[in-house]
């Protein structure tokens, strides 16, 4: 398989220190707020690498943080406590905060058939950790003691800019406009491992260290995180864009100051889902969640195909109309699955391992999954019986995770119940059923009504009437399917 590697700037052949076995690590959200669904784009693309190396064969083991303490409103070590700050928005603990949107941000996954990792740790419950990790660099003189807080010293390393790219001026902690410069720092790019003198004195959370009472930075999470569960050679590191400076840059500095040796040669970082207004924040105020996109009507497994029909290495421009157009697509998809024949049978092994070698060339060029999703397509398109169709969306959709055979499957019981009860209903009586989930009562009572107009137009030999009905549900987004006394109606 072929990745990019931020880190060498190369699409490289993946690799993985110990044959077969994947210890994989992801940066988690901090909980101070709802995920918006750039985040969860990032997450979304993440879990299909994640699936993916699983479907090749490989044994992965990942890792993820939550982050509920130390994530200061700059990434920079300046400014609030990100967790105080949502307390005080909500006038509850930092606890209670964090408890509330992390069961959120699961919640959120489970909608997203995002498989939430094996290891999942709040920084809150690694203190200790992160106190032994801060005391060794002291100790290897990669830290000091200054104006009451401990600093990492990056003037100790040859290369601390690691992803390079970067306007060394534009980039330097501390020194950008309307951000004050930390005097105790010995040199800009220097960051604080614990503090114990920060500008907020009501940080809520605090903990005794050999430094004084204070709390870490948030940089140390994930390095001390990664460390104890996935142990000292990292295979893949995860996170969105933002997060390779200064977070990843200084996660490398204190693992490999800690260790002596490097850490983790490859790093995945995907781009932004932005607005037309710029990048989706949290911090901003403006975003979107899963829970509007289904209150505006769109199934959330409708965005994770948004997601994948574009590349994850280009940013994504996040518009209503590519969310309505990808409505229809995954609805029309999920309809020519559910015209499969539902019976099992044996499977035509050529045409699977073609198909399947389709899937797996798009996906072992880096990830590509919008030509990973065109091979559903191949499959439905293919010679072959309904039943190796269906096996290949199975097996493609363990990556992909759409649901495609479960919404099938409730796309064909509502069918076959419109179907039965036409059967059951007196002759002239017409059974109108709509397949589409979160169509209000108005729009309902509406389609129904021309749709038995329709009917009555086709009984009187009417078509040029009942052919103008027709278009004007289409133009409403309404589809017809007409059965013998029956019709069912989908809507985008
Ligand atoms: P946070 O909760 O702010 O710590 O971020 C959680 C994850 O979302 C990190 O991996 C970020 O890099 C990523 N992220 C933040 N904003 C966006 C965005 N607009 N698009 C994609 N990923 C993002
Ligand atoms: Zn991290």
Redesign the pocket.
């Known amino acids: 398989m072929k990745l990019y590697n931020t880190l060498t700037r190369t699409r490289g052949e993946f690799i993985t220190h110990e044959p077969g076995k994947v210890k994989m690590y992801t940066?988690g959200?901090?909980v101070y707020h709802f995920?918006h669904i750039?985040?969860l784009?990032?997450y979304i693309m993440e879990d299909v690498l994640e699936k993916y190396l699983r479907w090749s064969g490989y044994d992965v083991t990942r890792c993820m943080n939550i982050?509920d303490v130390g994530?200061l409103t700059s990434d920079a070590d300046t400014g609030e406590d990100k967790m105080l700050k949502g307390a005080r928005r909500e006038h509850k603990t930092v606890m209670e905060i964090a408890k509330f949107y992390t069961d959120a941000f699961f919640a959120d996954c489970r909608k997203l058939n995002i498989k939430i990792p094996e290891i999942v740790v709040p920084a809150t419950s690694y203190i200790d950790k992160f106190i032994h990790m801060i005391e060794v660099l002291l100790e290897k003189d990669y830290a000091y003691l200054s104006g009451g807080n401990v600093y990492f010293d990056t003037s100790k390393l040859e290369n601390y800019y690691v992803f390079g790219n970067q306007e060394a001026e534009d980039l330097a902690v501390g020194v950008r406009e309307g951000v004050e410069a930390d005097e105790a720092k010995r040199n800009k790019t220097d960051f604080v491992l614990w503090f114990t003198k920060s500008k907020f004195e009501d940080q809520e959370l605090k903990w005794d260290s050999p430094w004084g009472v204070g709390y870490p930075g948030w940089h140390i999470e994930c390095s001390a995180i990664s460390l104890w569960n996935l142990g000292e050679y990292l295979d893949l590191h995860c996170?969105?864009?933002?997060?390779a400076f200064p977070h990843h840059t200084n996660e490398i500095a204190q693992s490999e100051a800690y260790l002596g040796h490097p850490w983790c040669p490859q790093w995945f970082h995907?781009l932004?889902?932005?607005t037309s207004a710029g990048?989706?924040?949290?911090s901003s105020g403006e975003f979107l969640t899963v829970s509007l996109l289904e209150e505006r009507g769109y199934d959330p497994l409708v965005y994770r195909l948004f997601c994948l029909g574009s590349h994850y290495r280009k940013s994504l421009v996040f518009s209503w109309e590519g969310m309505d157009s990808t409505k229809t697509a995954y609805q029309k998809l999920v309809s020519r699955i559910a015209a499969l024949s539902p019976e099992e049978g044996a499977i035509d092994t050529e045409a699977f391992d073609a198909l399947r070698a389709r899937f797996a060339e798009a996906m072992d060029n880096d990830l590509n999954t919008a030509l990973a999703v065109t091979a559903l397509y191949d499959v439905l398109k293919a010679k072959t019986d309904d039943a190796t169709k269906r096996a290949l969306i199975a097996d493609f959709d363990r990556v992909l995770s759409l649901g495609l055979l479960e919404a099938a499957e409730k796309v064909r019981i509502a069918q076959k119940a419109a179907a039965d009860a036409a059967k059951a209903a007196p002759d002239a009586e017409l059974v109108v059923t709509c397949l589409t989930e979160g169509v209000d009562s108005a729009t309902r009572s509406e389609v129904e009504a021309l749709i038995r107009e329709r009917a009555d137009a086709k009984k009187a030999k009417d078509f040029a009437a009942a052919d103008a009905i027709r278009d004007r549900l289409a133009a409403m987004g309404v589809t017809l399917k007409d059965a013998k006394g029956a019709v069912s109606w989908e809507k985008i």
């Open positions: 940066c959200p901090t995920a750039g985040n784009r990032t982050t994530h996170g969105g864009i933002d997060n995907v932004h889902l932005n990048k989706m924040s949290k």
